[in-house]
T-cell receptor
Framework: KDQVFQPSTVASSEGAVVEIFCNHS??????FFWYLHFPGCAPRLLVK?????QQGRYNMTYERFSSSLLILQVREADAAVYYC??????????FGSGTRLLVRP | KAGVTQTPRYLIKTRGQQVTLSCSPI?????VSWYQQTPGQGLQFLFE???????NKGNFPGRFSGRQFSNSRSEMNVSTLELGDSALYLC?????????????FGSGTRLTVV
């Protein structure tokens, strides 16, 4: 079954680098997508691809079946739900269940 | 450039009723996908439309249906509502169905079934 797995919660201290891990069992999936979701807002694409990449404070690592999102200098305002997704062979995005990031001041 | 617009933002319905949700994609985007978000389940894929045709369908019962109009706007309908249908319904659009750039999401419609 095509699935994406990620931890339900990750906690960090302000100013640290936080890592959110994701792996998948999606057939023929090569790209990872990382979204940020604040309650009441539209989920926003942070970073994507099939190789390591960086967008501002967001770094994405890449392996064939796993990826990590690293958030540099994490702030209290980064507390939200982060979704990892993969695109399957029919070109639809399959999402994980989301990781809630907790930030300690 | 306007983003993805979903209406209404909030909706309360009673069991057994039906509901229609609307999604207007970004201008020029022809692919529209719908997802259901519930606590602990993440984003569950409902269906995807491209050029008025359903191209992909998730594992939801037939009570969930959708359509896309010639202007790419999409509607989602849920009939015979159940308490378990309470969720945030998110719509996302992209330029092409095979585009690897990901989707742009709307803010969602929060449906509560009582």
């Amino acid at each position: 079954k095509d699935q994406v797995f990620q931890p339900s919660t990750v906690a960090s201290s302000e100013g640290a680098v936080v890592e959110i891990f994701c792996n998948h069992s999606v057939s023929n999936a090569y790209n990872f997508f990382w979204y940020l979701h604040f309650p009441g807002c539209a989920p926003r694409l942070l970073v994507k691809g099939s190789k390591p990449s960086q967008q501002g404070r967001y770094n994405m690592t890449y392996e064939r079946f796993s990826s990590s999102l690293l958030i540099l200098q994490v702030r209290e305002a980064d507390a939200a739900v982060y979704y990892c997704a993969c695109m399957d062979s029919s070109y639809k995005l399959i999402f994980g269940s989301g990781t809630r990031l907790l930030v300690r001041p | 450039k306007a983003g993805v617009t979903q209406t209404p933002r909030y909706l309360i319905k009673t069991r057994g009723q039906q509901v229609t949700l609307s999604c207007s994609p970004i201008s020029g985007h022809r692919s529209v996908s719908w997802y259901q978000q519930t606590p602990g389940q993440g984003l569950q894929f409902l269906f995807e439309y491209f050029s008025e045709t359903q191209r992909n369908k998730g594992n939801f019962p037939g009570r969930f249906s959708g359509r896309q109009f010639s202007n790419s706007r999409s509607e989602m309908n849920v009939s015979t509502l159940e308490l378990g249908d309470s969720a945030l319904y998110l719509c996302a659009s992209s330029l092409e169905i095979r585009q690897g750039t990901g989707y742009t999401f709307g803010s969602g419609t929060r449906l509560t079934v009582v």
